[in-house]
């Protein structure tokens, strides 16, 4: 069975982004970029939000024809292009780049999703995780602790009665002191 995989940056203090949606923080160089790549390049398929589309597909669509890229970049795009990728939006009317817009979260039908063949499924946006995590469809989750106090912003958990037991199946820190720590649900 396929695995939800939430893959989100975060601030030491909680924020995956600052005052105005700052995201300029991210230090995200050559090294943790060919990691993102190695992660992202098994997955079978991209869940993403509405905002988190459109912020990629501005982007990466076209990233790999811009001469001055970084090798790690232009492989992301193909990555990204390549993935299927459902995008949960009310509002979004179309998406392209090999992208199916669904409505609503239904559990039994992420559940199904799960069940299909194919890699695990990379979950992103705050919003969503949010709405993943209320459903309790999150198997996985893949913090990376950047070396920075924000102070204030949009914190990646929000307040909730449940308590979610984790177990730390990993970590490792990046040259430049950002911190994966990678946490299952614990079982039992």
């Known amino acids: 069975m396929r695995k939800i995989i939430v893959q989100m940056s975060v601030s030491l203090d909680g924020y995956f982004e600052g005052p105005g949606g700052d995201i300029s923080w991210h230090q995200v160089d050559d090294e943790l970029h060919e990691h993102f790549n190695a992660e992202l390049r098994t997955m079978g398929a991209f869940l993403n939000g509405r905002t988190t589309y459109e912020l990629m597909a501005a982007f990466w669509p076209t990233a790999d024809q811009e001469p001055a890229s970084p090798a790690p970049v232009k492989e992301f795009a193909a990555i990204w292009r390549d ?3 459902i995008v949960y939006s ?3 009317d179309r998406a ?11 559990p039994d039908e992420v559940h199904r999703l799960k069940a299909q063949p194919g890699g695990d499924l ?16 999150i ?8 070396p920075v106090l924000l102070g204030r912003g949009r914190p990646l958990f929000p307040i909730r009665d449940e ?3 984790l177990r730390l199946a ?12 990678r946490h299952e649900r614990a079982v039992g």
Do not use: C
């Not at 990993?170 to 720590?181: A, H």
């Open 170 to 181: 990993e970590s490792r820190v990046f040259g430049n002191g950002v911190v994966l720590l």
């Open 90 to 92: 009310r509002t979004l």
């Open 96 to 106: 392209e780049w090999n992208a199916t817009i669904v409505r609503e979260v239904d």
């Open 163 to 165: 308590r979610t037991q």
């Open 139 to 146: 198997d996985e989750y893949r913090t990376y602790v950047h």
């Open 122 to 137: 990379a979950l992103s946006g705050a919003e969503l995780l949010a709405t993943f995590a209320r459903h309790d469809l």
């Open 83 to 85: 993935m299927p990728k």
